[in-house]
């Protein structure tokens, strides 16, 4: 077996340090581009809800585009009550009906006549949707989506108070933002560089 020779070992370390540096500086300019887009049409929430666990984990740190409208399966920022925001995922639109039976979601979009499943890959395999409304449990429920309102359930649709509860549909208007694809993908990441910096200069936990 040939031994590595010094030189090899340097150059070893070289590209390790170069690549090392490389993504340094990716993970950087990211960030600083996170800021600078902060408040112009981002808006960075921290999470402290478990409504949309397996997907977004309480603590985590995602980001929302303000100007993005909202469509099928996205997550989505809600204006609730007294000011507080809430996160939910996008499961109907304006002229639906949604039906939940047997634990799994039914959909007929608007000007359609038949219902069909929704897959939502997004779910743990175990999981089923309970059938709810308000405070009471039923074997199945059909829920209309009227006009410019959206119909939304949490990912952790045991727990999760949404569209099924006395809440009902938010309004197109209460959508604060879209929550993008790539901010839940790096959330581990982001969330990381974003509590380290707020262990330094201070920060304030969104809702």
Do not use: H
């Amino acid at each position: 077996m040939a031994k590595t020779t010094l030189y090899e070992k340097r150059s070893r370390e070289l590209r390790n340090s170069v690549v090392s540096g490389i993504v340094f500086s990716l993970l950087l300019t990211l960030l600083l581009i996170i800021v600078v887009a902060n408040g112009f049409f981002l808006i960075k929430i921290e999470v402290n809800k478990t409504s949309m666990l397996p997907t977004v984990l309480d603590g985590d740190i995602v980001y929302a585009d303000k100007y993005r409208k909202p469509n099928y399966g996205d997550i989505v920022i809600i204006s609730g009550e007294e000011s507080s925001w809430i996160i939910k995922r996008v499961i109907a639109m304006e002229g639906d009906t949604v039906m939940i039976k047997g634990g799994y979601v039914y959909l007929k979009k608007s000007g359609e006549d038949d219902f069909f499943e929704l897959q939502e890959k997004y779910l743990n395999k175990s999981v089923k949707t309970p059938c709810r409304i308000g405070a009471d449990y039923n074997e199945s429920a059909t829920f209309n989506v009227g006009e410019k309102e959206i119909f939304y359930l949490g990912d952790n649709r045991t727990v999760s108070v949404d569209s099924r509860s006395d809440f009902g549909n938010c309004t197109e208007s209460q959508i604060v933002g879209v929550v993008t694809e790539w901010s839940i993908k790096v959330k581990g990441v982001s969330t990381a560089i974003n509590k380290f910096l707020s262990g330094i200069f201070g920060g304030q936990k969104s809702n």
